[in-house]
């Protein structure tokens, strides 16, 4: 049995909550898929440790601000977790667990979303599945040949299962540096990244980074001159864990290596560091392969949008992959602006 809604919302984590919220407040008829268990989205699979780059006031999905994690200013995952729990609830959401999309299709004037427990139709589509799905591990020499251990962030739980061995962790980015210094005190760490590791000003949170990504998108969208966003800032964020390693001097990275070989890893000067363990903070890429029977990919694989919305469907939107996607849409205060955009441009469009 076909099950028919105005919109599909492919995704529970906090992309797909915004998208159900500002949906709801358009008085749209629709269902959001989650493949996980249980609330949470990818929250629920983090490190132990990772904290958030803003406080809690502006760590916010639209309509409710999160609240405020007794003990921290910066919330770590487990609160994200109750926060996005509550906030599914809050709004009684029409969540449905677990839900695997498998494919959308073209169907006429509808789109059909074929899952694991059965079809849906809709006249429009929302995808949120984010990223931490499909994590990006480098083509780097050597990989196969390496005798020790390899996890991607994905992976990565805590420092205890590392307690005294040789870890290098691969990645200038707020991943890399969360983990990096998490690790420090407790392994022969090697930080190794690809550039000279840029730290914010220990005063620049989320709330700048958000302010700066804004100003970016919207130079570029009235022809002004590009600001640079938040790349122009630096790479981390100094949050209080960080800070605490970078200030003890256990935050020094090595530039990245030349290969991996079976006992660790060699630069192109012929030095070597050894290793039981690499971690490969290297990012991910979108998981959208149930979009995969629209053709939507362009020449080098990116869906060509316009706002949320694809260019070559104006009925499936995407949310909460990036900057791309909507400034800062793949954080959690970031989202709600462009989840807005996306329902009110599918509500006009089901109006034709």
Do not use: K
Request: with cysteine.
């Amino acid at each position: 049995m076909t099950r028919a809604v105005d919109v599909v919302v492919i995704g529970g984590g906090q992309a797909g909550l915004a998208a159900g919220y500002h949906l709801r407040r358009q008085n749209l008829d629709f269902v959001i898929l989650d493949a996980q268990p249980t609330p949470g989205g990818a929250w629920q699979r983090t490190w132990d440790s990772l904290r958030l780059f803003s406080p809690a006031a502006y760590s916010s999905l639209p309509g409710w601000l999160m609240p405020v994690q007794n003990g921290t200013e910066y919330p770590d995952a487990d609160h994200v977790v109750q926060y996005l729990s509550a906030y599914e609830e809050r709004y009684a959401l029409p969540v449905q667990r677990p839900v695997r999309a498998r494919a959308v299709h073209r169907d006429g004037e509808r789109l059909r979303v074929e899952t694991d427990r059965g079809a849906w139709s809709a006249r429009a589509v929302v995808s949120a599945t984010g990223t931490w799905w499909r994590p990006f591990l480098p083509a780097v020499p050597g990989r196969e040949t390496f005798a020790g251990r390899q996890l991607h962030t994905v992976q990565y739980r805590g420092p205890r299962e590392f307690a005294g061995q040789r870890v290098i962790v691969v990645g200038g980015g707020n991943s890399g540096a969360q983990i990096a210094a998490d690790l420090a005190p407790h392994t022969n760490l090697t930080w190794v990244t690809r550039r000279p590791a840029r730290f914010l000003a220990d005063d620049i949170d989320g709330r700048a980074l958000f302010d700066a990504a804004t100003a970016h998108r919207q130079a570029l969208d009235q022809g002004r001159a590009d600001t640079g966003g938040v790349a122009s800032l630096g790479d981390i964020v100094a949050v209080p864990p960080v800070r605490a390693a970078r200030d003890a001097g256990l935050l020094n990275a090595r530039p990245m290596f030349e290969r991996l070989v079976a006992d660790g890893v060699r630069w192109n000067d012929g030095t070597t560091a050894p290793a039981d363990a690499v971690i490969w903070c290297t990012g991910f890429r979108p998981a959208l392969s149930h979009l995969a029977p629209l053709g939507l990919r362009g020449p080098r694989g990116h869906i060509a949008t316009r706002g949320t919305q694809a260019v070559d469907d104006p009925r499936v939107h995407l949310l909460g992959y990036g900057d791309w996607t909507g400034p800062a849409s793949a954080t959690l205060i970031g989202v709600g602006r462009p989840a807005r955009e996306a329902a009110a441009d599918i509500a006009r469009l089901l109006l034709q």
